[in-house]
């Protein structure tokens, strides 16, 4: 398999090469031709065409919000003692599990290398 992979690569490798290189050749415009415009003379011709259309528009401009703050309305970042009690709980409970995990390991290691496996 590896003896047929390089020359495969290689060949395709030299067959793309030559075909991307003669699409990149472009032709050099004539020197009457107009000039191209720079980006960013393109990007604000495209700013000032978007803008005369807004400002033309019979649309009105959404505006922000205004009302009370609803901040107050979610809930609190404290917590309560339910919820620490129930932390506390779930992490003793993953420690202990996790230790009698180890510990099972430990004995079915033990357990195999008495028995010659």
Do not use: C, W
């Amino acid at each position: 398999m590896k003896p047929m992979f390089a020359p495969a690569l290689l060949a395709a490798v030299l067959l793309t090469v030559p075909a991307h290189v003669f699409a990149s050749e472009t032709k050099v415009a004539a020197p009457g031709a107009a000039e191209t415009a720079s980006i960013r003379a393109a990007a604000d011709r495209a700013v000032r065409a978007e803008a005369l259309q807004v400002a033309e528009s019979d649309v009105p401009v959404p505006r922000a919000y205004q009302g009370r703050d609803r901040s107050r309305k979610q809930m609190g970042g404290g917590g309560s003692k339910a919820g620490m009690v129930i932390g506390l709980v779930s992490a003793l409970a993953g420690t202990a599990a996790t230790i009698y995990m180890v510990k099972e390991m430990q004995k079915n290691n033990r357990d195999a290398t008495a028995a010659g496996q």
